[in-house]
């Protein structure tokens, strides 16, 4: 019989009780309360989002979220320049077309707005910045919902079968562009195995999978739908995003979506969503991606401006909860900052 000595020694620990055990000795000194530290932060573990846009010259702020603008492919050379130097290893893109219609044609274009910007970064990049694209057709269709709509269900909703087939023409498009992985957004049953297969069927089977697996439907995201223009025209998300009251649901998305050929799982929300992260973590034993979301950003921002909360303590903080939950790595609009306060810490 072999012997877990950590539990074994855990139990003595329990056991011994105070005053043998003072669980302050090791708070106070600075240097040993770091070794003993369980979770960090670090600049490798955060991706960048970013909204490009066509025409020229074009740096349209977004107003919800602080620092944060729309930009015309163009301004991406300076802009990965900055990411590079402040030791950003990935972003994601978000396009924003020139033209939308009813099925988000635009995004399988090889030449729209995604795909230009895919080129431009690799282009300009010296570091081989890590391209993520967000694989969805909210930005593209007119009425905003994330795949063609139809009424065979009895209402107006996304039809979930033909919006397969469009994914795979868009991840196959971003194959051809030079995307590194390619991160389905939709929340589509079967999105996963739809995209993969269509990329093992173009000799794109070493491309990864980062799959929106456990989203839910948030309010969470309504900034981000300012500055992405991909708002719903009519009703809203909740036939397709999860539930928030949900978690025995979302090891469900997350074992199909790992069935189907995803290679990292991602939760979104995270702040208030890091019991999902654990659970996904404990039970999968997979990468996983908290998306620290438009909303999280935009509350800590405006309650910064005020001077109610200590703006750098605060992100820090949530970030490291979002790691302490399991997240291997966090999408966040707070990557610069968090960059340049890591720099001077
Ligand atoms: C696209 C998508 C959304 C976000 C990421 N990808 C919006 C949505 O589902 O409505 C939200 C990100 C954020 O709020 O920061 N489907």
């Given at each position: 019989m072999s012997i877990d000595l950590p539990e074994k020694l855990s139990q003595e620990t329990a056991r011994a009780g105070f005053p043998a055990t003072r669980l302050r000795r090791l708070r106070q000194h600075p240097r040993l309360r770091e070794m003993v530290r369980e979770s960090t932060l670090a600049v490798d573990d955060l991706i960048l989002p970013l909204f490009v846009r066509t025409g020229r010259g074009v740096r349209?702020?977004?107003?919800s979220m602080p620092g944060h603008a729309q930009m015309s492919v163009d301004l991406l050379a300076s802009e990965v320049c900055e990411i590079e130097g402040l030791g950003i290893p990935a972003v994601i893109l978000f396009g924003i077309p020139e033209h939308k219609d009813a099925i988000g044609s635009a995004s399988w274009d090889d030449d729209g707005v995604v795909q230009q910007a895919i080129r431009a970064i690799k282009d300009a990049s010296k570091h081989e910045l890590l391209v993520?694209?967000?694989?969805?057709?909210?930005?593209?269709?007119?009425?905003?919902?994330?795949?063609?709509?139809?009424?065979?269900?009895?209402r107006v909703?996304?039809?979930?079968?033909?919006t397969l087939e469009n994914l795979a023409r868009q991840a196959l498009s971003l194959a051809r562009s030079g995307a590194d992985m390619i991160a389905p957004s939709g929340?589509?049953?079967g999105m996963v195995a739809a995209i993969r297969s269509a990329l093992d069927a173009e000799g794109f089977e070493?491309?990864?999978?980062?799959?929106?697996?456990?989203?839910?439907s948030s309010a969470f995201y309504g900034p981000f739908r300012q500055a992405a223009e991909s708002a719903p025209q009519f009703g809203d998300r909740r036939s397709y995003q999860m539930d928030p009251a949900n978690s025995d649901e979302a090891l469900r998305e997350v074992e199909?979506?790992?069935?189907?050929?995803a290679d990292i799982i991602?939760?979104?929300?995270?702040?208030?969503?890091?019991d999902i992260i654990r659970r996904v973590k404990d039970r999968f034993g997979v990468?996983?991606?908290?998306?620290?979301?438009?909303?999280?950003?935009a509350m800590v921002k405006a309650a910064a401006d005020r001077g109610w909360i200590d703006e750098q303590r605060i992100t820090l903080e949530i970030l490291t909860g979002i790691k302490r939950a399991g997240a291997d790595m966090i999408l966040t609009y707070f990557a610069k900052d968090v960059a340049r306060w890591l720099q001077t810490a």
């Open positions: 349209q702020p977004i107003s993520i694209i967000d694989l969805c057709f909210c930005e593209y269709t007119d009425h905003g919902h994330c795949g063609p709509v139809s009424e065979r269900t009895g909703d996304v039809d979930n079968d033909a929340m589509m049953d070493h491309l990864p999978i980062m799959s929106y697996a456990a989203k839910y199909l979506d790992l069935r189907e050929g991602m939760v979104k929300p995270a702040m208030a969503y890091g990468p996983v991606a908290a998306y620290n979301v438009s909303g999280e950003f």
